[in-house]
Structure formats: structure tokens, C-alpha cells
């Protein structure tokens, strides 16, 4: 291959943008920078009571020129030169309101401080009445269109949040033309796009979100939106028929953007994807091993041969769909609504007093204070993790169950709670900490038995993100509660690394993404491997997770259908 070749991934995380700049010859990052969301930071536009959680388009596109920009001053004007694609991952699903031009809504002024006409983020589960609507009308069609989607429809997903939006703001749904996820709206910002139309839609938000599938033709005919509730009537004619793999191109870099960023107008611009499928690909994942991303919450995902998993349908996943991680394979994603998220509500249980009582001290300065209140809360996780690893583990010990945020999979269920029993006076931070670390792990087995069960094995774990990569306490806990060892991959950014992958793909500099996987992929630093006498104690305290989780589940009301 040739020289001095280089490619740019776009990361877009919950919190923050990352973009990088690869070497595409072997994958070195040559540059990086984050863009924390100024909007989001500042807690605008959510409720979080209510699972409202939204970002301003605004926030994205500052993100996006910001960290590009400041990764080409550190990268230099020679590396700049020879930049050949770039390519975008995001969290999903993602979608917003858009007007015919393709401009989401909010960023028009009479919608610019409208919830409503923003990005309803992955975790925002306002439309769990919704969902449940659709889980129930789909049993009146001869054709099950939920069946490439697990069987149920989520809270989480784009037709759920859609029909949310159509009847809950009368004036966004006058204005609202189409529905784009983020990954999707991105290429389409890059190359210039200037109607709905034109957005070329990615098979990965496509297949796992929207309900599209091969076997349909496309997706569900309008009839089926339409008798679900008449203000979805004509949306399908105004969305997408076709699909396209991410080692696609989405097109090239418009000339309004490449004078923005300082690049090219040759630069490829790649189909976008949610950002697991890519730290999937980032993290090298192989066939039949689960790769678990592991941030605020997790993503997990699996490829097989086509041929392998034809006539085979896992119940109660977030899809399988061919293409979706690497082309030519069948990928399955699978995950839980809160990882991460389960240990920052007990930091935040456990911050409280110092963030609200020690602001109000006499005794110190304001800069005393905040430094104190930085290093505390810093440290309450690892400090937490080093108590918990070193508790006895008792069959008998509390225990938690973690859906904290509801239920993604198997089978999801945002009505869901999390649960913490057992307690007793002497439940202290350390031991509460370790029964929500053992819940995510229980419930990350619950996925895994999942697939077994449906005749998917599972061969192996690979570890990825921040979670992987910063506790020990937290891999080794997992890998006794599976009975299997996990590998944890070196890279810090495989999302950002898959994305620099599909990108160079996308340019031609690989004919296919496995080439650029192997050429630029960074290795596994770490395995860890299940401590024999953990295991059988595990194996108790799993079946009494399954046991108390079925006793909230009974015990947990089910969605009434009040459409209006």
C-alpha cells in the first residue's frame, strides 16, 4: 500500500465527540481530541425523572469541526494533506425530526429550544407506552416484522420515539418531514446534503432500529404504521427503501465542509453506524465471541457466517441483521440499559452529602471546597472496587438486580426497576457496591445464556471500553460469573479505531474492513480468567439473581394501552 496514508474515525459517545487521526498503514493514532456536549454538559433539554434525555444538534456539530480541526493541528499539515476518508459511529438509537431539506428541527429558530425537535437519545424511554403499542399490533399481521428485532420493540428505538413525538407536539409534527438517526445524519451534514431524500441510510440502524429487513423488501408497508396510529401514515414513503454496508461510501466531503475543516474535497465520506458495530470492528472482533463495549451501558455484540445462523432466530436480542457490523456476516447485538450507569447512581447515592453539604461550608475556601469535592468523588469507585475485591463472597450476601434503567435484553422491558435486597445494618458501601457489580455481571449472563440457548455459542469475551480497561475488580468478577475468560483489548478508543477502519475500507486502501481490522488493529493487553472456587459460588448467587428478578418482574405492572 501506499505511503503516508491517513484516515479519520468520529466517535460520538453519551457525554462527548472523539475523533482521531490513524495511520491507515497500521492503525497508530496519530492524533486525538474530545468535545465534551456544552449543552448536555449544562443538564439542558432532559428530565431525567420522566427518561427524557435529549441533545441540540448544535452540540454535534461544534463537536464534530472542533475535534477534527484540533486533530489536524496536531497532526500537522502534512499528515492533513494526505487524509483519505473519514468515517462515523454514534449512539443508537439516536433519531430527530427533520424538514425536507434534511435539517433537523432545532436547528431552525422557532425550534432551536425545543426537546421535542432535538436528538432523542438512546436512554430516553418516554415512549415505552408506545412501544408497548407496537409490540402489540404487530400480533394482528400474518408477517411477524418484529421477528429480525428479537420480537419485541423497544422504548429505545426510532418508530417508538417517532410516534412519541407525533403526539405529544403538534407543531414539530406539522414541521416534521422525516426521521433520521444520528449516524446517519452525520455523512449526510459532511457531504452536503440538501434534501431528506438523498440520506443514505446505513443497514446497521436500519436492521437493528427501523425495522428494515431484506426479507421484507424493506421495511413494514405503511399499512402496518398506519393502522397502528394514522399519523404515521405516509412516513415510510418519506424515509428509505434501500440500504448500505458501512464500508460504503456516503459520498465526499462538501466544499463548504472541507473549507471548514481544512481537507480536501477528495476525502471519503463513509456510511455511519452505531458506535458498538464499530468498536466491535475496533476491537477485532471474531466469530462467535461476544464483544462486550462496557460504558454507561453495554453493547454486545457477535458475527457468524450468513449460512450459519440462516433459519435461526435469537428471541428477545436487539436484532440480527446481515451486514450490520462486518459485510458478508450476520451481526447480533445484544447489551444491558445501564452498566457504567448502575455504578455512577451509587457514586452519586454516596456523593450527595459532599456535593450539597460541603458547598455550604464556613471553614473553607471555594477553591478549597471544589478541589476536595474533585478528589473525593474521583476516587469513590476505585477506592469501592479495592474494599469490594477484598470481601468474602458469600452465597448469602446482598443482592442486587440491574435494571436500573430497565431492561434491554433478553427481552426488553424499560418498565422494569432495579433492586437491591438482603440489606441489613451492617450493608455498607463496599458491600452494596459489590452486589450491583456482581448484577451487571449476572445480568451480562443472562445474554450470553441467551445465545447458547437459541444455538449461538458463545466462544469467547472480549472486553472493550472505559469500564473494561480501568477495573480489574469489575473483569475479574465477570469472568468467575461466566465461567470464561475475557480478553480486554489494548486500544482506549475502538470505536474511534473501528470507525478509522471502515474508513480506510471506504477509500479503497483495503478491499474489505476484516484487511484493515488485521493491518491496524492494536492487540489485547490483559485476560482475565475465572477463579475455579468463585465459580461455583457464582453459579448460587446467579440462580438467586434469576429467582429475585422474576419476582419484580411478576410483581411490575404492565403498560396500559391508552392510545389516544
Known sequence: MKKDQYVIGVDYGTDSVRSIVADASNGQIVSSSVYHYARWKDGLYCDAPASQFRQHPLDYIEGLEQTIKRCLMQAGPAVAANIKAISVDTTGSTPVAVDETGTPLALLPAFEN???AMFILWK??????????????????????????GGIYSSEWFWAKLLRILREDEQVRKACYSWVEHCDWIPFLLTGGKRAADIKRGVCSAGHKCLWAEEFGGLPPDDFFTSLDPLLHGFTSRLFKETYTSADA????SPEWAARLGLSTEVAIGIGAFDAHMGAVGGQIEPYHLSKVMGTSTCDMLVAPAADIEGKLVKGICGQVNGSIIPGMTGLEAGQSAFGDAYAWFKGVLSWPIQHLLSQSELL?????????EETTDNIIPELSNLAAGLPLE????????????????????????????????????????????????????????FNSEGVPVKGLIGLGGVAKKSPFIMQVMADVMNMPIRIHRSEQTCALGAAMFAATVAGIYPKVEDAMQAMGHGFEAEYHPIEKNVALYAKRYNKFLALGNCIEQTTAPVQDNAA
Open 114 to 116: 425545543n426537546p421535542n
Open 124 to 149: 430516553d424511554h418516554t415512549a415505552v407506552r408506545e412501544a408497548a403499542q407496537i409490540n402489540e399490533h404487530a400480533k394482528n399481521f400474518p408477517t411477524n416484522y418484529l421477528q429480525f428485532v
Open 250 to 253: 456516503a459520498g465526499y466531503l
Open 365 to 373: 475556601s471555594a477553591e478549597q471546597i471544589k478541589k476536595i469535592i
Open 395 to 450: 452465597e448469602e450476601a446482598e443482592l442486587a438486580v440491574d435494571w436500573f434503567n430497565g431492561r434491554r435484553t433478553p427481552d426488553a422491558n424499560q418498565e422494569l426497576k432495579g433492586v437491591i435486597s438482603g440489606l441489613n445494618l451492617g450493608s455498607d458501601a463496599p458491600r452494596i457496591f459489590k452486589a450491583v457489580v456482581e448484577a451487571t455481571c449476572f445480568g451480562a449472563k443472562k445474554i450470553v445464556d441467551r
